[in-house]
């Protein structure tokens, strides 16, 4: 890989990954309503998934995907569902209640499986790697070592992106102090919650 190609492809992938979508409606909903200390897993299993996606598209994505398809539309459609089950337990929660939405920081596993099956159900991350990638690199010639190097970046990148967008709903919680406050912020969450659930049902 060359470094303009890997440039191109970092640019092109921070432009993706920095407009919303479902999964970054999904990250900030969660700092939002429970704060950031315990997200991690849940972002790391966005990397892992948009690994995943980048991996299958130089192996040859077009007929990975063709021939399981059934299983994406399955993973889409728990993704679709899940989304939809957090933004009602947000929505009817109580300021004052302990836990609500994706699950506690005792529970690192099933944060990890939410995260992951929201990233591998996210058409905005799909169409990325099926349609966008292979119109920037060309991916027939991406050797072991040219995988390593994308991955890498796209890791950066998604460092970048997806911390920034915690420190900010970080710092917007902050102002959250009054009763009112955490409920409205959880009707929000709960509506961006349902919006990215829409998104991924409509594509």
Do not use: C
């Not at 315990?38 to 790391?44: G, N």
């Not at 499986?113 to 058409?123: M, R, S």
């Not at 970048?160 to 409205?184: E, G, H, Y």
Request: net charge positive; no cysteine; proline share 4%.
């Amino acid at each position: 890989m060359t470094l303009t190609s890997i440039l191109v492809f970092a640019a092109a992938l921070f432009v993706a990954a920095g407009s919303p979508g479902p999964s970054i409606a999904a990250l900030v909903a969660r700092v939002l309503s429970k704060g950031h200390r315990d997200v991690l897993p849940f972002v790391a299993a966005m990397w892992v998934g948009e690994a995943l996606w980048l991996s299958l598209a130089v192996a040859g994505l077009a007929a990975i995907a063709d021939a399981f398809q059934p299983v994406f539309l399955a993973i889409k459609w728990i993704g679709v569902f899940y989304l939809l089950y957090l933004a009602t337990k947000m929505w009817f929660s109580k300021p004052t209640d302990e836990g609500e939405g994706l699950p506690e920081k005792r529970s690192a596993t099933k944060m990890f499986l939410a995260g992951l099956t929201v990233t591998l159900g996210n058409p905005k991350i799909m169409i990325f790697y099926v349609a966008l990638l292979p119109s920037i690199i060309d991916l027939g010639g991406v050797t072991l070592a040219g995988w390593l190097e994308l991955v890498a970046a796209m890791l950066i990148v998604l460092a970048t992106v997806d911390l920034a967008w915690m420190l900010m709903a970080a710092k917007a919680r902050q102002f959250l102090k009054s009763p009112r406050a955490v409920r409205i912020a959880n009707r929000i969450s709960a509506g961006t919650m349902a919006g990215a659930a829409a998104a991924i049902a409509a594509r």
